[in-house]
């Protein structure tokens, strides 16, 4: 990981705390729930990189690692790694800065497909323009 923290070529697109609401049965976060995340995290690089709405059309190549604990900070790292006409494929890593702790463990990954839609809902070509986001 370069700077650190970040994972080379990637950017920290989100970052929350896991909560005792989002638990299992067995006491560690849902994997739904690191996932609705993931999906966020996936919207925000897609829309920043389009200048408008996207749509999820798929998650895929998703692989839990390490479970997320309560009280563990999750942190959402994106890469935009394919753009075509309309879509576009975000890849994903979340690692989990773990309670009370530095330690720092690479928890989940995955590849989000997003497609740009207009103002109907039907794909529309994604903008030529490079990414406008706020960390450049």
């Known amino acids: 990981m370069s700077d650190a923290h970040t ?3 990637m950017e920290l697109t ?3 705390l896991a909560m005792p609401a989002d638990t299992n049965a067995s006491g560690d976060i849902f994997g739904g729930w690191v996932m609705s995340q993931m999906d966020l995290a996936a919207a925000i690089r897609a829309n920043e990189r389009c200048n408008g709405r996207t749509v ?3 998650a895929n190549e998703i692989v839990f690692k390490k479970p997320v604990k ?3 900070t999750l942190c959402v790292y994106t890469a935009v790694d394919q753009v075509g006409r ?3 494929v975000i ?3 979340v ?4 309670a009370f702790s530095a330690q720092r463990d690479h928890v989940t990954e995955a590849r989000f497909t997003m497609v740009a839609v207009d103002e109907a809902g039907k794909p529309r ?7 406008t986001g706020a960390a450049e």
């Open 70 to 72: 309560v009280g563990d």
């Open 14 to 16: 989100l970052r929350t």
């Open 91 to 93: 890849r994903i890593e």
């Open 86 to 88: 309309s879509s576009m």
């Open 7 to 9: 994972p080379e070529g």
């Open 56 to 58: 999820t059309i798929a």
């Open 125 to 131: 070509p994604v903008d030529e323009a490079p990414e």
């Open 95 to 98: 690692w989990a800065r773990r």
